[in-house]
């Protein structure tokens, strides 16, 4: 079992940033992609980013490319997901998620292929 704690979330105004971590226990994170994904008010729950284990790939949403950057410290077993130039409509609860992988390339952008959740972490972004 993988247990996955988010923190890093709160209140900022547009334009700034956070910085979002991603820590698992239970097991080494060493052969699993990870995926940030986020749930806005009223709204489903959507992809955000992902990596893979190694990190040499990594994929990210439209609505966030150039914004926000993911990345991952298998030796502290962490991924982080930093986010710059925040605006009001990216208020959600963001939740991190892996997938064991063995050590393939994949970095699925698909919420149902991951195994594994965290309990999410609130960004809010006030205009």
């Known amino acids: 079992q993988v247990q996955l704690v988010e923190s890093g979330g709160g209140l900022v105004q547009a334009g700034g940033s956070l910085r979002l971590s991603c820590e698992a226990s239970?097991?080494?994170?060493?052969?699993?992609?990870m995926g940030w994904f986020r749930q806005g008010p009223g709204k489903q729950r959507e992809f955000v980013a992902a990596?893979?284990?190694?990190?040499?790939?990594?994929y990210y949403a439209d609505s966030v490319k150039g914004r926000f950057t993911i990345s991952r410290d298998n030796a502290k077993n962490t991924v982080y997901l930093q986010l710059n130039s925040l605006k009001p409509e990216d208020t959600a609860i963001y939740y991190c998620?892996?997938?064991?992988?063995?050590?393939?390339?994949?970095?699925?952008?698909?919420?149902?292929?991951?195994?594994?959740w965290g309990q999410g972490t609130q960004v809010t972004v006030s205009s």
């Open positions: 239970g097991r080494t994170l060493s052969t699993y992609a």
């Open positions: 990596i893979s284990w190694s990190g040499t790939t990594t």
């Open positions: 998620a892996a997938r064991n992988t063995g050590y393939g390339p994949s970095a699925p952008t698909t919420q149902l292929l991951y195994n594994y």
